[in-house]
């Protein structure tokens, strides 16, 4: 059987991930790789509808936990319709968020704590991690210059900026778990497109390199 590799992709809000993203597919794809680029919450029809559950505005009352099982509901949907059937036919699967951002968001953002996200997600995972995890920096008033001046601001972007802090120091929490040191790579995202894009290809290129069952011919 084939073996893909999972790429996700997290960073800070307004720190350019999705941008990033098609650019980084584009290139891979320029080198005759397959590339799924997918999301989340979201990357499959059901999910899909969960994400606009998750993301409405109209929605500020939703409970910290509805939150957390609803992200975790799509995540396994997602998983199951489209990051494994990838994966099983040796494709490279770049995803826009995944359990990091769970665990940075509701296990710290909304303090219901990192090991309670993880072990909820690990009854719809069963053990699928990602392989390699890009994470894209930036200040906190670039990030949220950005959030801003894009516009349309779902209903975790209206969060307060105590939240959107808490979910940063959650993050860097997880990039500093020595369990994470391999997979994790940061992406410095205060540069241009090109700039951001280079890093990301250089770190991508050598992680392929060193996959000796990635069968990509």
């Known amino acids: 059987m084939k073996q893909g590799i999972f790429i996700s992709l997290e960073g800070d809000d307004g720190a350019g991930k999705t941008t990033a993203a098609r650019n980084i597919k584009n290139e891979l794809e320029k080198m005759g790789l397959e590339v799924v680029y997918t999301r989340e919450p979201g990357g499959s029809p059901i999910a899909e509808q969960i994400r606009q559950i998750l993301l409405d505005p109209a929605n500020k009352a939703m409970d910290a936990k509805t939150e957390a099982v609803l992200y975790a509901a799509s995540r396994n949907q ?33 303090k219901l704590g990192a090991d309670r996200i993880e072990h909820l997600n690990d009854f719809v995972l069963e053990g699928l991690r990602p392989d390699l995890t890009l994470f894209f920096e930036v200040s906190d008033e670039t ?62 290129c050598e992680f392929i390199k060193s996959k000796k069952d990635f069968d990509h011919e």
């Not at 997602?78 to 940075?104: M, N, W, Y």
């Not at 950005?146 to 940063?168: A, I, K, P, T, Y």
């Not at 995202?189 to 991508?204: D, H, N, T």
Request: charged share 30%; hydrophobic share 35%.
């Open 78 to 110: 997602h998983v199951k319709d489209t990051i494994l059937p990838a994966l099983q036919e040796g494709k490279i699967v770049l995803c826009d968020r995944f359990l990091d951002s769970s665990i940075a968001y509701q296990g710290y953002g909304r």
């Open 143 to 204: 990030g949220h210059k950005r959030m801003v001046s894009r516009g349309d601001m779902n209903r975790l972007d209206q969060e307060s900026r105590q939240f959107h802090e808490d979910v940063r120091q959650g993050f860097r929490k997880i990039k500093s778990n020595p369990a994470n040191t391999e997979r994790i790579h940061v992406v410095n995202a205060e540069g241009s497109v090109e700039e951001v894009l280079e890093q990301s290809m250089k770190i991508i």
